[in-house]
């Protein structure tokens, strides 16, 4: 029996599906995010971790002496479509966060690991983060 021409090969590399979800998480960088950008070194930021599956970087509006926020590479559009997702994401950006503080010495004086999360919450982008925030002393309630 003819087998039909290709059958048995591999797609070609530009055969790839187009971009999709699942829980919340992109299966590649979303157009126009300006941290999918960062994550794929297309846009610049003073990065001070580059991990496999987690980036950070020193935010371009500092609030306080530290503040960096920590990304995933992976595109998810807020902390509860992270959590949601699973796969142990989450624990890595706080342990992220945690050597952001230890490697700007403020482990030991404390810090604020925040995730603005929707329009009240006051995230104003689309791709989860964690604000890194230390190196003085946080008010609370917050603003
Ligand atoms: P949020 O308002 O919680 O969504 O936080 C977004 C943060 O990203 C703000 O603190 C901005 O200053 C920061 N930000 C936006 N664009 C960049 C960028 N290209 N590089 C570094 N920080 C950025
Ligand atoms: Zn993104």
């Not at 070194?41 to 970087?57: E, M, N, Q, Y």
């Not at 500092?62 to 994401?89: I, S, W, Y």
């Not at 482990?107 to 329009?119: L, M």
């Amino acid at each position: 029996m003819d087998e039909e021409p290709g059958a048995g090969c591999p797609p070609p590399p530009m055969a790839r599906p187009a971009p999709g979800t699942t829980n919340g998480h992109y299966d590649r960088g979303v157009p126009d995010c300006s941290f999918c950008g960062i994550a794929a070194g297309g846009i610049p930021a003073t990065i001070v971790l580059d991990g496999k599956r987690i980036i950070a970087f020193r935010d371009l509006n500092p609030q306080a002496p530290t503040h960096v926020l920590v990304v995933p590479r992976d595109h998810f559009p807020n902390v509860a479509e992270l959590a949601a997702a699973g796969g142990g994401l989450l624990d890595e950006v706080v342990a992220a966060a945690r050597e952001v503080a230890a490697a700007d010495g403020i482990e030991a004086s404390g810090y604020r690991i925040v995730f603005n999360t929707g329009q009240d919450g006051g995230q104003t982008v689309g791709h989860v983060h964690a604000h890194v925030l230390g190196g003085r002393s946080m008010a609370w309630p917050p603003g």
